[in-house]
């Protein structure tokens, strides 16, 4: 095979054989293009044993040989190729002639160096810091490095926003009178958008008539989007010549008789203007932070406690938005267009965001299922989910549970559950607390190569011993205000300390301190924020809030089973709550045998003396205890689950997960299993004891009628226990709940003492299940002559041994339990994003 020659802008080179040939922006890579239409790592060219080929990475915009886009294609003498555009793309020739080349060289990493250091300038003598009584140090004069935005270009901080908010457009189209241009994923689409957060068949655009254009969502999972908010699923809006309509990563704009295409493909200026958050009671907890950083930055962010770092990534990811100021997105609003923009954007919270007895690839299989489009094929997950496992060096590791991973690799996990979706800003929340400072090193260096493959990294930590990896370090001072932005090599030297103990030692106790008006009088203030500040800040003004809901990418029913299917895996993968799930009913019914295992459940002989029956307190104590055992099993088995997925939870309802969907394959699936253990408990309990031989409803199957309360007093359980998982902070405080809603439904019961005819404790007993559930069994077995009332006491009327009676305390206790549902879902809505809540 003779050597393949590549010519492409002037340049030309010789392929060997040999080797492979990386084509992207990577500046690692063997042949670099510096178009924002090809993507990082674009495509390889290589040798296979028979021909040359080359091979597209799942690239934004595509690549096309001889005008057709392919994923895999054979090249020879005379093949054209294009990157990112069909007909003006950055054009690739193949020739067999020779000419004088330049051989691409393997990459060389290099190791990290800080930017240069400027002439020294004292620092003015009012910006000085106080020092704790035991520093016997001046400052020292600060380094004054040069400004990095030497000439500002559209989109960098402090630059005007350009019309419609992105950079110099990534390709055009022309449009013609009456034409029809669709957007899609499928190959067949007028644009084709490689962008698995696109639909097959998003959205058409249609030139009409009068010369305006017109945009027609086409039932899209993810949404059309014209400034930043949503159009009916379905629907069409009129355009005109300043708004821009967003699909996926992608934007489009009107420009004369022609489209301008922009792909966002993750280099994005980010910043931050005068955000000021205010709790109740007028106390600020963020005042004014204003910091901006370019693109494929890694930016760190650091403090004492009570400096409000939370609150400052809540504020800049949308979850919780600023009373005052703005967040940029390349020159767009955030807030104003969180719903669109909220693609774009991946978080990794404190707490890893996975279901640890899963695998890793399972994890990240139902993530890419909730995630991305219903029309996505299972192939096209499964090759995004291997790549995002190859980038991030997890593919060794993708059969192993996530609990058997080092904390670093559960990290890792976390983090490639939110490259699925290629964001372009990733915002890390201590990524690094609780490992060792290798571990911590390894994370830090995983953020730095994030940030080098053409993505914008903001990382929250307490760990300082690898700062010096990243691009820019921002300070917080206690009270939320901003101590010091810039270089992190220059950090230490501006406030006059040689280690971070003593900086944050200073903090503690100088906690009065203007440490915002020192910073403010720098002169690192004045290169690396004064143009961010110089804009006013304002209020924010949010679109209405229901406009705000984004669409979600999967149907509600779609969403429901991917989530029962994944927290059946759960389950299934914890042997240990299996065989609980089994024991805890078996053991509480064979509790119940050892109460007078020879007496029955029917009513005792005549007392002769009083000619009355005399009570058979063998039902009611049998009864009391199989009514225990359903509670505890119920409400133990749900008092955990939402408060231990709230991590989880808040994530994925930002990318569009459903409340209902969500709530509901809990209640389906615990439902389930509770019911089955009531089931147990009830045979258990009632099948060797003597029982009336018909029943009330069911005839024949007494048993069964008998069971059935059990089993909806245990699904009721289950249903309160829920409400306490979502109503407490730390899954510690659940314990002592679960105790106390036992034995006040023990009291309840009405096997203890005589409920019906007590003002007011009659009245509260109608809200406990375990009371409509006894009385339910009660009337069954006629309670009223098996206990009769004492002297001059009336029968319970629940107790009534009639059809009417039964089937008002299972109604009762039916919609109990739809009465808890409904305060689940409200409580629900305190544990998602602020901006998203209706």
Known sequence: MPELVLQSLGRTWTLDPSRSYALGRDPQGEVVFDDARVSWRHATISFDGRGWVIEDHGSTNGTFVHGRRIQQ???????????GNATDGPRLDLTAAQAPVTTPQAPQQQPYQAPPQQTPQQTPQHSQP???????????????PQPQWQQPQQGAPGVPPQQGGDRSPTSFHQFALGRVMRIGRALENDLVVSDLQVSRNHAEFHATPDGRLEIRDLGSHNGTYVNGQPIAKGGSQLLGATDVVGVGHSTFRIVGDRLEEFVDTGEVSFSARHLTVTVDGGKQILKDVSFGVPEKSLIAVIGPSGSGKSTLLKALTGYRP?????????NRNLYKQFAELRQRIGLVPQDDILHKELTVKKALKYAAKLRFPADTTGQEREARIDEVLRELKLDIHKDKKVTSLSGGQRKRVSVALELLTKPSLIFLDEPTSGLDPGMDRDVMQLLRGLADDGRTVLVVTHSVAELAICDKLLVMAPGGAVAYFGPPEEALNFFGYSTWADVFSAFENYRDYDWAGRWKGSQHYQMYAADIDAVAPQAVQLPPMQGMRPPKPQGWMSQFVTLVRRYAAVIVSDKGFLALMVILPAVLGAVSLLINPDRGLLPNHVNPQSGRLAPNGTATTVLLILAVGATFAGAANSVRELIKERVIYERERATGLSRSAY???????????????????????????????????????????????????????????LIISSLVKTAEKTMPLLVMFAIIQVVFTGCLFALNGTAGVNQLSWLMPSRWAVAAAGATLDFNKISPPEDGAGTDPLWDHTVGAWSLDMAALIVLGVVCGFFVARFLRRHEPEVMRK
């Open 73 to 83: 294609g054979e090249l020879g003498v005379g093949t054209v190729v294009n990157l």
């Open 130 to 144: 106080p020092h704790h009584s035991g520093a016997q140090q001046q400052i020292p004069p600060q380094q004054a």
């Open 322 to 330: 600023a009373n005052e100021g703005e967040v940029l997105y390349d």
């Open 663 to 721: 709530l509901m394959s809990k209640v389906f699936v615990l439902g389930a299993i509770t019911m089955l253990q009531g089931l147990l408990v009830g045979i258990i309990g009632f099948y060797s004891r003597e029982i009336p031989k018909e029943g009330l409803v069911l005839k024949s199957m007494t048993i069964l009628e008998l069971s059935l309360p059990i089993m909806g007093l245990g699904f009721t359980a289950m249903m309160f226990g």
